[in-house]
């Protein structure tokens, strides 16, 4: 009776497919993390950028230069656009600032609702 050392074809090929899905499994969820990475460096930037110009708007109401109620523009690959209302029961100003940008193909958006000082 011989006795057998080693694995047999089949053995190898077993534990080479299991191994194969683990390290696939693995990839894919590189990938998705990369993306959703991706996802929240763009949202943080636009949320960043619209923080700016909500700072710039009450600078310029404190030093009396604001005169529009509305404006838009584009800082980079961010599309920006806002609505000012003034609500005199209060005394503040109702303000809508809306950013937009693409990634991927997509359009992405981020909306921004608050008060401003007077």
């Not at 050392?5 to 080479?16: N, Q, R, T, Y």
């Not at 993390?33 to 950028?49: M, N, P, Y």
Request: net charge neutral; proline share 1%.
């Amino acid at each position: 009776m011989k006795t057998q050392k080693g694995f047999s074809l089949l053995e190898l090929l077993v534990a080479i497919a299991i191994l194969s899905a683990g390290i696939l499994v693995v990839l894919q969820a590189a990938g998705h993390c990369a993306r959703l990475a991706g996802i929240s460096k763009d949202t943080l930037s636009a949320l960043l950028l619209a923080e700016d110009k909500l700072q710039e708007l009450q600078y310029k109401e404190r030093s009396a230069q604001l005169t529009e109620t509305a404006g838009s523009g584009i800082n980079g690959k961010y599309a920006w656009s806002y609505d000012l209302e003034f609500n005199p029961s209060l005394n503040l100003y109702q303000c809508s600032l809306n950013m937009s940008w693409e990634k991927a193909g997509r359009d992405e958006k981020l909306a921004v609702n608050t008060f401003l000082t007077k």
